[in-house]
DNA sequence: CCAAAAGTGTTGCTACTACACCCATGC
DNA sequence: GCATGGGTGTAGTAGCAACACTTTTGG
């Protein structure tokens, strides 16, 4: 009988199957009261021309999360340092990819507007949103409105990308990664409204959040008004106890 | 300039990294008024003698849920037929398996307490579980009351999928493919004590669970019992409008 | 009748909604 | 002053938790 070490030296991984591994970001925020998505053109096969998220293969020695910010950061500036990203489903089904079996494994980033703004030469784009209530794949708009033809199964990852935002809206502090540093509750109240894809009562909201104990007043007001300047709140997130 | 058609017949997948793609399915239920789940042991390094989820490598042209109901049907008679099943979460640390890289898609199954005791053969066991409410990796749990050593990051992924259970206890019919056909509500609040580690008031929990609309009551009563026998109900899945 | 567990009525609390109103600022 | 959006007070309502209570069975 092998011990653990002698067992690990003649292993031999390629008697099992190897597949590709692929992470795709979806690269979020609210823009003009729509949730909006970063996406590339395709240059080359397969869906040439077509729109996709911005993707890549994982490394041998690359976990999935760093493999995600790498993708990330490829696109324009807007990669690693403190973007808030999470894992959201994997999808494997054997023909979604026509090339050969590729196993993707999709994140979900949310970055403030300006940030993501940024990132968008002119292979990209950041497209409106559209995502039914209930089942049903996303269809993306350009900046004129026209539809964007998405490359493999990407409608059904932004689907689950803005559902996903709008089951933890709620109760998770997911409306601040997209936000700048500094905002006003009314900002916060239309990310939350893009999101929902509704209105929501302003004295309910305020006092939700403000329950909620997340917001840390400043005492600063945003200024460039011609009213009353409202107050800016910073993020403070909840207390581990 | 290459059309779709050329360039996938030239593609030639073997310089792009591959990895080895596998599937742990956590086989669930609630036994004896703790969740418990279906443990496996190691007859091979690494990890010889530790307790590990039932896994395997994902097939080239094997869809990932595929290829979760061909490892429960593996391990015992409870595999594909009509098992709640759904994917919980990617791990792909690089170090995550000392044999190779390995990403493991983790996989949540319900059963029913009867389905998966009759699973349990030699080298397996059903294992209470005990998970903190907070973070923090699981503990498993022998029949004995002794610690069972987990092997990988599978106290993690067992973590996750009970904290994953209590979440959607109050909003989605979770509860229900934990328990056979027809039972009563006793039964059904003694499954959400389990997996949430609490008690829970008796008449506000019967009230919260029929205004829901997902219980059917079937007129029939249970026997055997030496008090008034409580009434059977069968879960009916929510309308879809 | 008694024990045990099923099942119900009632009350009070909490959280949220809706509506109306006041406040502060630039022009 | 006045227009505009920020911010607040107050009441109504829905859902849930707690408690005490009644009901139904086997022995």
Same mark, same amino acid.
């Given at each position: 009988?092998?011990?653990?070490?002698?067992?690990?030296?003649?292993?031999?991984?390629?008697?099992?199957?190897?597949?590709?591994? /692929? !992470?795709? %970001?979806?690269?979020?925020?609210?823009?003009?009261?729509? =949730? +909006?998505?970063? #996406?590339?053109?395709?240059? @080359?096969?397969?869906?040439?021309?077509?729109?996709?998220?911005?993707?890549?293969?994982?490394?041998?020695?690359?976990?999935?999360?760093?493999?995600?910010?790498?993708?990330?950061?490829?696109?324009?500036?807007?990669?690693?340092?403190?973007?808030?990203?999470?894992?959201?489903?994997?999808?494997?089904?054997?023909?979604?990819?026509?090339?050969?079996?590729?196993?993707?494994?999709?994140?979900?980033?949310?970055?403030?507007?300006?940030?993501?703004?940024?990132?968008?030469?002119?292979? /990209? !784009?950041? %497209?409106?949103?559209?995502?039914?209530?209930?089942?049903? =794949? +996303?269809?993306? #708009?350009?900046?004129?409105? @026209?539809?964007?033809?998405?490359?493999?199964?990407?409608?059904?990852?932004?689907?689950?990308?803005?559902?996903?935002?709008?089951?933890?809206?709620?109760?998770?502090?997911?409306?601040?990664?997209?936000?700048?540093?500094?905002?006003?509750?009314?900002?916060?109240?239309?990310?939350?409204?893009?999101?929902?894809?509704?209105?929501?009562?302003?004295?309910?909201?305020?006092?939700?959040?403000?329950?909620?104990?997340?917001?840390?007043?400043?005492?600063?007001?945003?200024?460039?008004?011609?009213?009353?300047?409202?107050?800016?709140?910073?993020?403070?997130?909840?207390?581990?106890?």
């Amino acid at each position: 009988m092998l011990n653990e070490t002698e067992f690990l030296q003649r292993y031999d991984a390629s008697v099992y199957p190897r597949l590709s591994v /692929a !992470v795709d %970001a979806a690269a979020m925020t609210v823009a003009d009261g729509v =949730p +909006a998505v970063l #996406l590339v053109r395709r240059t @080359e096969h397969p869906h040439l021309g077509r729109w996709s998220l911005p993707g890549g293969f994982v490394g041998p020695a690359e976990g999935l999360d760093d493999a995600a910010r790498r993708v990330l950061a490829g696109k324009g500036g807007m990669g690693g340092e403190g973007a808030f990203l999470e894992q959201l489903y994997t999808f494997g089904a054997p023909d979604r990819d026509p090339r050969t079996r590729i196993v993707s494994v999709a994140y979900l980033a949310l970055l403030p507007h300006e940030r993501l703004r940024a990132a968008v030469d002119p292979d /990209a !784009v950041l %497209a409106r949103l559209s995502v039914p209530s209930g089942t049903g =794949p +996303a269809e993306a #708009l350009g900046p004129d409105g @026209e539809p964007l033809p998405l490359a493999f199964d990407h409608a059904d990852v932004l689907a689950l990308a803005v559902r996903r935002l709008r089951g933890r809206l709620d109760y998770t502090p997911v409306a601040f990664p997209l936000l700048p540093d500094r905002f006003t509750l009314r900002q916060l109240q239309d990310v939350h409204e893009a999101v929902l894809g509704r209105t929501l009562n302003k004295p309910a909201f305020r006092r939700r959040m403000l329950d909620r104990g997340w917001l840390e007043a400043t005492g600063e007001r945003a200024g460039g008004t011609s009213f009353r300047p409202p107050e800016l709140f910073r993020y403070r997130p909840p207390q581990e106890d």
